[in-house]
């Protein structure tokens, strides 16, 4: 008897909760589409929204990183959530970039600013994403991400 999280989106992929679910008693071990069957049952029961709007949720099996929060379906490399591991990630694509420019001499903190700026970039774009990427506001996510990366002492 395995409990299992499960995210419940609306229409807009905004998850409104997530539900711990066990399935009880099956043989073979229950899938996923079960596990996601019951988490809607329970949002149905929960009233989570008006029963107009219950067939517009979906669910999702939920993806827990461990450790520091990251956006869901971050493919990235969960150690560069640490300063050194966000350091590491720069300083190798700095490198890249310093690599496909022929390598020019003198020009260490404008690879690294580069990076850096591609690295905010793209975690800005994963949590716009994360929140069902609402028209008109990636400005939004652009200044928390640079907000949350300046204030947690990442990015010094």
């Known amino acids: 008897m395995a409990e299992r999280l499960v995210d419940v989106s609306n229409s ?5 909760h997530t539900y711990p679910i066990t399935i009880e008693g099956t043989d073979p071990a229950p ?14 029961r929960a009233q ?16 827990d990183h ?23 990630a720069i300083r ?11 390598s020019p001499h003198g020009h260490a903190v404008e690879y690294w600013d580069r990076a850096r700026q591609q690295h905010l970039r793209e ?7 994360q929140e069902g990427c609402p028209e008109g506001r ?10 949350f990366e300046n204030s947690s002492g990442k990015m010094d």
Do not use: I
């Open 138 to 147: 990636a400005g939004e996510y652009w200044h928390r991400t640079c907000e």
């Open 92 to 102: 190798e694509r700095a490198y890249f970039l310093w690599q496909q420019e022929s």
């Open 66 to 88: 461990g450790g520091a929060l990251a956006a869901y379906g971050d493919d990235g490399d969960a150690q560069s959530q640490t300063k050194q591991g966000l350091d590491q």
């Open 12 to 16: 807009r992929k905004t998850v409104l």
């Open 123 to 129: 975690s800005a774009y994963l949590l716009w994403q």
């Open 48 to 63: 989570l929204v008006p029963d107009a709007e219950l067939k517009s949720l979906t669910s999702k099996m939920h993806v």
């Open 31 to 44: 899938n996923d589409g079960q596990y996601r069957e019951k988490a809607l049952e329970a949002a149905s």
